[in-house]
């Protein structure tokens, strides 16, 4: 069963970088889920999918999963592209786009 070694990114919800240093080894799903007729709750065979683990770095990830014999794919992060703007360039007189109320 593969697995995937990335670098999880921020939430919309999350305004700091947090758990978005680190590297996640998760495995792909290996069994379909199945819905149990008498409940209704989604289930599934492959305890796998519940597995988790978190590495410093993508090497340390990387060196787990050959030395355990788990196929890989490793994905790289894309760059993040962000504006820094102050609030008082909100206010400025070289302003690039029109002041409106």
């Given amino acids: 069963m593969p697995a995937r070694i990335y670098k999880p990114a921020k939430s919309a919800m ?13 495995f792909d799903q290996d069994q379909p889920r199945e819905i149990e007729p008498l409940m ?3 289930s599934s065979g ?7 683990l978190w590495f410093d770095t993508k090497e340390e990830a990387v060196a787990y999963a ?10 790289e992060p894309q ?3 962000r504006r820094t703007m102050s609030y008082s360039d909100n206010f400025k007189f070289n302003r690039v786009g029109p002041w409106t109320h």
Avoid: H, P
Wanted: glycine share 8%.
């Fill in 14 to 26: 999350q305004s700091g970088m947090a758990r978005t240093k680190l590297w996640l080894l998760v």
């Fill in 40 to 42: 209704g709750w989604t």
């Fill in 46 to 52: 492959d305890t796998r999918q519940q597995l988790r």
């Fill in 66 to 75: 050959e030395r355990e014999g788990i196929a890989y794919r490793v994905e």
């Fill in 79 to 81: 760059e993040i592209k």
